[in-house]
């Protein structure tokens, strides 16, 4: 699997999408092991981006209490 950029709004339409056909039944067993193993993934780089985010989001706070 290439690791490529993917956006936070990419990942989240990824996971919204493989939960539905998981949902929906749409997968096989196969699939299902290699879509689990995906989301797992995405659902961490979400997280990268979100913890991120909110580190950036405090410094700017803080400089603008200083």
Same mark, same amino acid.
Do not use: G, P
């Given at each position: 699997?290439?690791?490529?950029?993917?956006?936070?709004?990419?990942?989240m339409?990824?996971?919204?999408?493989?939960?539905?056909?998981?949902?929906?039944?749409?997968?096989?067993? &196969?699939? $299902?092991?290699?879509?689990? @193993?995906? %989301?797992s993934?995405? *659902? /961490?780089?979400?997280? &990268?981006? $979100?913890?991120k985010?909110? @580190?950036? %989001?405090?410094?700017? *706070? /803080?400089?603008?209490? &200083?």
């Amino acid at each position: 699997m290439t690791t490529k950029k993917i956006s936070y709004n990419e990942a989240m339409t990824e996971i919204e999408e493989i939960l539905e056909k998981i949902e929906n039944e749409e997968l096989d067993v &196969d699939e $299902l092991a290699e879509k689990v @193993k995906r %989301v797992s993934v995405l *659902l /961490k780089i979400c997280k &990268d981006k $979100l913890h991120k985010t909110n @580190k950036q %989001v405090e410094q700017v *706070l /803080k400089e603008m209490e &200083d």
